[in-house]
């Protein structure tokens, strides 16, 4: 481990600072703010999959909770739009705290499906639900103001997810290095071990799914406010994948590998525009080309050659 594993923290804020200085023009700003948003969201995955080694397959449809509760309240029942962002992370998190027990019960393959259908279960609802939610087409989403400031532009929100993701980065390090962060590593290593020395399994095990789970919500809200339209698109199986793929290739347990994996997959597809058609299939061989020469991940890989990073 660093020294100082915050180091990489203060790098981080360092850049952060100095991009919106660099960026050419809107489209990188644009960019900038949705690798930060899938930056927050990954954390938070992380912390579930390589931390406390439980998949998720299904996570996207928290971030569905969480930017359908900001665009429907407001629209449908008047509720401030903070509010509302507050009830969406209430609700999914209430909904992983429901589901976590019987789900966590299960393990490897079956785990992995029963979250799948979890988020199936809640696309399928805001795609149908057309009357609240605006079904397939979706809807549009009020603009966000607080204290009669509204807040809109790019430069504006980058600042906004800037600030979410240092506090994120923060946040999770101080985590992983408590008690609730070891206790998490040990049920990774083994669960009989972890309960032979008096980890309550399940208790943690829900505790990281509720809050990944509002972490999601929190961010598919920012996503909705951001964007001012959500689809069902966002609480799809193949966002759930890219959310899983980001964990993966930035590296489990990584913190920093987190952030790193949402960047490189959310620039990815738009650096791959020139492949004219052949996007897709240049994108799966950088995949797999990671996974064969990378296994445990970006971050991982290069803190063993170069010296360990969290």
Known sequence: MAKNPFMGLYILMAILAVLPLVLPNSFYVDLAIRMAINAVIVLGLNLLIGFAGQISLGHAGFLGIGAYATAALPTHFGWHPLLAMGAGAVAAGALAAVVARPIFKLKGHYLAMATLGLGIIINIVVRNEAAWTGGPDGMPVASLAIAGYEISGDKHWYWIVATVLSISVWASLNLIDSPFGRALRALHGSEVASKVVGVDIVRYKVAIFVMSAVFASLMGSVTAHYVGFVTPNLADFFHSIELVTMVVIGGMASVYGSVLGAVLLTALPQALTSFEGWETVA????????????????????????GKVE
Do not use: E, H, N, R
């Not at 994108?283 to 170069?306: D, E, H, N």
């Open 283 to 306: 994108f799966g061989t950088i995949l797999m080309l990671c996974m064969i020469f990378l296994p445990k991940g970006l971050v991982p890989t290069l803190a063993a050659k170069w």
